[in-house]
């Protein structure tokens, strides 16, 4: 095992109707005006939107909305985002969705303290200074950035640059984790995300690090639920022990607990990334 340092300050809040602590959570990290930034229309039919909306109101907390996240997140949007957020004076952004949505909210929360342009960070020219904090409340298991410190941005203007970036300000100060939230999915989505999970456990996983048993056997107990888990929430997509299974397992899957003291890989994504960013397939199925 190799010397590490491991960072993982994110609050959860799991289980059912946990949408309703949004309020309570951001208030905990001093927010008085938040930015929900969230994807197409699912949340507003859901009215999943409207109830996170309503906690953060008798929390004291105003709100101001931006929608339109696209799967597999684009610069125009978080460009968008940083000009209301600063017009608006928001001193947190809240992801609502799956997880472009909380990417595209993690590089607002990044862009709105910085003086330059956003992508500097995305582009390795500059590293995170400052962030706004940012709240998570998830609906899809997947990506895993409810407890990561990642945030991929595709931009579209810059011959589809399709870039990730890691680094602890993006780890979400919350996040609110309601496996029912998943109950809609459809079964293709819900194979993309685990695809993605046991992607980011095997970029792990496959390592030239020797002596590391601990996290080998942990990566093999999630990646077994993930499989059977998986297999039962396509079939009863409103089994709830398999869909809250599922849900935790994303976060573990790439939260880094299982890639401390190892060498990581991560080429598989890096390929990915430039089959998504060209073709807009989701990233599981890349």
Known sequence: ??????????????GK????????????????????HYGQ????????????????????????????????????????GIELGRREG??????????????????????????????????DKKSIEKALPIGCVLTLAATGTEGSNSSVITKVEDNQKKRGIGHNL????????????????PAYQTACGIADMLAHILERYLSNTPDVELTDRMSEAVMKTI????????????????????????MVAHNDILGVGREQDWSSHQMEHELSAVYGVAHGAG
């Open 170 to 185: 993006l780890r979400p100060a919350f996040s609110v984790l309601n496996p029912e939230l998943t109950y809609t999915l």
């Open 90 to 123: 928001v001193d947190m952004v809240i992801g609502v969705g799956g997880g472009s949505a909380v990417d595209s909210a993690k590089a607002i929360a990044a862009g709105i303290p910085y003086d330059g342009d956003f992508w500097d960070f995305y582009d």
């Open 41 to 80: 229309q699912s949340v507003i039919r859901s009215g999943l939107l409207d109830r996170v909306e309503t906690s953060l109101h008798e929390a004291g907390i105003e709100t101001v909305r931006l929608g339109g996240v696209v799967p597999n997140p684009e610069a125009s949007k978080v460009y968008e």
């Open 17 to 36: 109707n946990a949408e309703a602590e949004t309020g309570k959570l951001a208030k905990r990290y001093g927010a008085t005006k938040a930015l929900l």
């Open 227 to 250: 499989v059977n888990q998986g297999r039962i929430a396509i079939r009863e997509p409103e089994n709830y022990e398999a869909r809250a299974a599922l849900m935790w397992a994303g």
């Open 1 to 14: 095992m190799i010397d590490f340092t491991f960072y993982s300050p994110t609050f959860f809040a799991f």
